[in-house]
């Protein structure tokens, strides 16, 4: 069963940005951890990065067509990005909304996702982990619905 983990803009830069809220390690790290705890769930994953909204709605169309489910940080297009909700509603696959730091103790601005009312849910605050549960809660839901 394979499974679409997608970091959006800026992510390419853990480690690099502002580690008080995303902490030090780098984007490859980042990756090599979820590749490990997905392999451990007995997903296939692929991991995905872009700073384009286009981009990672076309990412998300694609995967209607091969995955199971999708862990999705959207970086600050979570808060704005109707045609990212749009997309998320229209693959009919589960989505997991996951975020590094805890959105909700952050900017103001940050407080509202207009993705999560189409996910089956969010995980956000716990730096790289949240990826990691985001994965274990996706891995729940798709079991659920076979």
């Known amino acids: ?16 940005r502002e580690p008080g809220y995303y ?26 990065q872009s700073n384009s909204e286009g981009e990672l ?13 999708v862990v999705i940080n959207a970086g600050a ?6 045609a990212i909700r749009d997309a998320i509603a229209a693959i009919k696959i589960p989505v997991v909304e996951v975020h590094m730091s805890n959105i909700h103790a952050r900017d103001e601005f940050r407080h509202t996702s207009v993705i999560a009312p189409v996910c089956v849910g969010q995980i956000a605050g716990f730096g790289k982990n949240s990826y990691l549960l985001g994965i274990e809660a996706l891995k729940a839901v798709v079991e659920e619905r076979s």
């Open 23 to 48: 902490g030090s390690d780098s984007f490859a790290s980042v990756n090599k951890e979820i590749m490990s705890k997905a392999e451990s769930l007995n997903f296939e994953c692929e991991i995905y």
């Open 77 to 82: 297009y979570t808060h704005y990005s109707y």
């Open 1 to 16: 069963m394979k499974i679409l983990v997608i970091h959006g803009p800026n992510l390419n830069l853990l480690g690099e």
């Open 57 to 69: 709605i076309d990412k998300l169309h694609s995967s209607r067509l091969d995955c199971a489910g």
